[in-house]
């Protein structure tokens, strides 16, 4: 399977629809999907909105859970890249991305610098 990498930049503002969940590999045997490390696969839902007011989601995998990203967050995603895949008459393309994080907003940013002192 050929990977083709995506240049998240020109998908305008990324947002976490639904939080990281552990991906399941086998949906009869429950079996939670492992990387080639042993590390848990986790899916994140991801908004994408380009232009205007169409919004798609997609799911992007990553290894090991996404720490801070929670519904509704503004994320920055990393290395991601698409793959064609088809089983039968099915087919699509499915994400993955080497890290999901949250875009550190303005009063985080500012609460962070307030309390790095230059004392007096």
């Known amino acids: 399977m050929q990977s083709i ?26 079996e939670v999907k492992k990387d080639r490390d042993g590390n848990t696969v986790y899916t994140v839902g991801v908004t994408v909105r380009q232009e205007g007011r169409r ?37 699509g393309i499915s994400f993955r991305a080497s890290a999901i994080t949250p875009v550190p907003t303005a009063s985080a940013a500012a609460a962070g610098s307030a309390g790095k002192g230059g004392g007096a």
């Open 5 to 30: 990498p995506v240049d998240t930049s020109r998908l305008g503002v990324l947002r976490c629809a639904v939080g990281p969940e552990p991906k399941i590999a086998g949906f009869e045997s429950k």
């Open 55 to 91: 919004v798609s989601v997609i799911e992007i995998a990553v290894s090991g859970e996404p720490k801070g990203v929670v519904e509704g967050t503004e994320v920055r995603v990393t290395g991601m890249e698409a793959f064609a895949w088809a089983m039968g008459d099915r087919h």
